[in-house]
């Protein structure tokens, strides 16, 4: 006598017949009259008699009924209790990320990570580049992506680069920097920068202004906008502001150091797993980069 033997007798005794309860198991006859049998054998009793087209418990059959439902209700009360609890232990994962790609191609990743690891809630967050180590070291974030502009050996922080980015020095299309053949290091200075900013307290030489007049933004795209449309110029990642370079809105300005390559990276705590879910993401992450 088996959990699954039980199941069919109740089956088979609320609608009948076997062929009915065959199709409320999704199941089929032959499958069921032997789990019958088997079970009859086992407890050396006739369960059912037949009355017209219909089967109908016999006295044996009649005296466990109630028995054998407690037992199928119950397990099915386990069940559910256990997988209840499994949902309240699904694993939660916190990111930060910074917004050098756009905000679709970050959509994208999440809504398909969402759909391979339905176990997983992940929950993002969007963070200056400079302050994205800061979120790990303090645990505020589990793992972080952006651009690396730390270059620092940090023993509270693991970076694994995940690819290359290229950053480039643009202007809007007709800025007077866009039409010089060369730009000079004292034209740079005079024009106005828009600037990434960020609040840990690291001084970090790689995110201080060129320039002499310059406004700050925490986001690649809110110093796009600036380049845009007050006559500024900036370093922006080449994912960011592709289109806008094919539709020529943007000019690479023609200084040393119009195009640079930085490391993009998952940042993390040392010796923390890497769950499956974020091994994934970082695969993804790294053909987007190949691409470029």
Same mark, same amino acid.
């Given at each position: 006598?088996?959990?699954?033997?039980?199941?069919?007798?109740?089956?088979?005794?609320?609608?009948?017949?076997?062929?009915?309860?065959?199709?409320?198991?999704?199941?089929?006859?032959?499958?069921?009259?032997?789990?019958?049998?088997?079970?009859?054998?086992?407890?050396?009793?006739?369960?059912?008699?037949?009355?017209?087209?219909?089967?109908?418990?016999?006295?044996?059959?009649?005296?466990?009924?109630?028995?054998?439902?407690?037992?199928?209700?119950?397990?099915?009360?386990?069940?559910?209790?256990?997988?209840?609890?499994?949902?309240?232990?699904?694993?939660?994962?916190?990111?930060?990320?910074?917004?050098?790609?756009?905000?679709?191609?970050?959509?994208?990743?999440?809504?398909?990570?969402?759909?391979?690891?339905?176990?997983?809630?992940?929950?993002?967050?969007?963070?200056?580049?400079?302050?994205?180590?800061?979120?790990?070291?303090?645990?505020?974030?589990?793992?972080?992506?952006?651009?690396?502009?730390?270059?620092?050996?940090?023993?509270?922080?693991?970076?694994?680069?995940?690819?290359?980015?290229?950053?480039?020095?643009?202007?809007?299309?007709?800025?007077?920097?866009?039409?010089?053949?060369?730009?000079?290091?004292?034209?740079?200075?005079? @024009?106005?920068?828009?600037?990434?900013?960020?609040?840990?307290?690291?001084?970090?030489?790689?995110?201080?202004?060129? @320039?002499?007049?310059?406004?700050?933004?925490?986001?690649?795209?809110?110093?796009?906008?600036?380049?845009?449309?007050?006559?500024?110029?900036?370093?922006?990642?080449?994912?960011?502001?592709?289109?806008?370079?094919?539709?020529?809105?943007?000019?690479?300005?023609?200084?040393?150091?119009?195009?640079?390559?930085?490391?993009?990276?998952?940042?993390?705590?040392?010796?923390?797993?890497?769950?499956?879910?974020?091994?994934?993401?970082?695969?993804?992450?790294?053909?987007?980069?190949?691409?470029?």
């Amino acid at each position: 006598m088996n959990l699954k033997q039980l199941e069919i007798f109740c089956a088979i005794a609320d609608t009948g017949s076997v062929t009915a309860a065959a199709k409320q198991l999704n199941s089929n006859r032959t499958q069921l009259s032997m789990a019958m049998k088997a079970l009859e054998t086992s407890l050396s009793a006739k369960l059912f008699v037949r009355s017209g087209n219909s089967l109908v418990l016999s006295e044996v059959g009649k005296s466990i009924y109630k028995d054998c439902e407690s037992v199928v209700a119950t397990c099915e009360r386990i069940q559910q209790t256990c997988e209840q609890t499994i949902d309240k232990f699904r694993s939660e994962i916190w990111l930060a990320r910074d917004d050098s790609f756009p905000d679709e191609v970050w959509q994208t990743f999440i809504i398909e990570l969402n759909n391979h690891f339905t176990a997983t809630t992940v929950n993002t967050v969007l963070a200056s580049s400079g302050d994205l180590a800061n979120l790990v070291n303090t645990g505020q974030v589990d793992f972080a992506f952006g651009v690396d502009f730390e270059r620092v050996d940090d023993a509270n922080t693991d970076y694994l680069p995940l690819g290359r980015i290229r950053m480039m020095s643009v202007c809007e299309h007709t800025h007077p920097l866009a039409s010089l053949k060369r730009v000079s290091d004292s034209q740079l200075r005079e @024009s106005l920068q828009a600037v990434m900013v960020y609040l840990n307290d690291k001084d970090n030489p790689e995110l201080q202004p060129f @320039s002499l007049r310059h406004i700050g933004f925490s986001s690649f795209e809110y110093m796009l906008n600036t380049i845009m449309s007050e006559k500024a110029w900036g370093v922006l990642p080449e994912p960011l502001i592709r289109p806008h370079l094919r539709n020529q809105k943007l000019a690479v300005i023609k200084h040393t150091y119009g195009l640079t390559h930085e490391d993009y990276c998952m940042f993390s705590m040392p010796g923390s797993a890497q769950p499956e879910s974020v091994a994934w993401l970082c695969d993804q992450i790294s053909d987007y980069l190949f691409k470029f």
